[in-house]
């Protein structure tokens, strides 16, 4: 069965830090592994990943994925309070209709 | 607004009764998914439709879950005599038939008193 572990659960920093997530993960036949933002509705996305060692970046933040030692990390520099949010990981195998597997998520706040 | 729609956004119903969930997709995916989402959890993957065709559903399904897309369009997922167990926050999701990104719509956050 397919998983994955986000890491810290929850988080509380200061306006202005830098802050690093880790995903990891074990799936069947890997496709891709996807960063999601999540405040009180929909997940929206942020990045698909599907080679090691390229990193994404979207203004502040950027992901970077390693298949060999199967963990992704999501680093979000210079925080600022609209960064808080749940930060979801996912992966997704190849086949069964691409079908996404979620871990629990890490809550980031971010205080003045 | 042409992104992932879904009707109602909140239902508040009593244990026992039947509840009707809509989703509307992006219009050019043909692929739709939902996932259920409880507090402090991601979201877990429930069914999956390409066009009109439910092609996998997960084991979280009970009987009294049904999810149609009559039309390849819009889906519906029913559940039938709900229970406080089934209160959750109820996804849906679309992508394209290359299996893209998914993304996702408001949801509907579902009481069972």
């Known amino acids: 069965e397919d998983k994955v572990v986000q890491s810290p659960l929850s988080l509380v920093v200061h306006e202005g830090d830098t802050v690093t997530l880790n995903c990891s993960y074990e799936?069947?036949?890997?496709?891709?592994l996807l960063w999601y933002k999540q405040e009180k509705k929909a997940p929206t996305f942020l990045f698909m990943l599907?080679?090691?060692?390229i990193e994404k970046k979207s203004g502040r933040l950027s992901s970077i994925l390693d298949k060999k030692e199967l963990f992704s990390i999501l680093n979000i520099t210079a925080t600022q309070t609209g960064d808080s949010a749940i930060y979801l990981c996912?992966?997704?195998?190849?086949?069964?209709?691409?079908?996404?597997?979620f871990g629990t998520g890490t809550q980031l706040k971010v205080e003045l | 607004d042409t992104g992932v729609s879904q009707n109602p956004r909140h239902k508040i119903t009593k244990r026992g009764q039947n509840v009707t969930f809509r989703c509307d997709p992006i219009?050019?995916?043909?692929?739709l998914y939902w996932y259920r989402q409880t507090l402090g959890q991601g979201p877990e993957f429930l069914t999956y439709?390409?066009?009109?065709?439910?092609?996998?559903k997960s084991r979280l399904l009970s009987d009294r879950f049904s999810a149609e897309r009559p039309k390849g369009s819009f889906s519906t997922l029913e559940i039938q005599r709900t229970e406080q167990g089934d209160s959750a926050m109820y996804l849906c999701?679309?992508?394209?038939?290359?299996?893209?990104?998914?993304?996702f719509g408001p949801g509907t956050r579902l009481l069972v008193l």
């Open positions: 999701a679309s992508s394209n038939n290359r299996g893209e990104t998914q993304y």
């Open positions: 996912a992966v997704e195998a190849q086949g069964g209709g691409n079908k996404l597997t």
């Open positions: 439709f390409q066009n009109e065709a439910q092609l996998e």
């Open positions: 799936v069947t036949n890997f496709r891709s």
């Open positions: 599907t080679s090691s060692g």
């Open positions: 219009s050019e995916h043909n692929r």
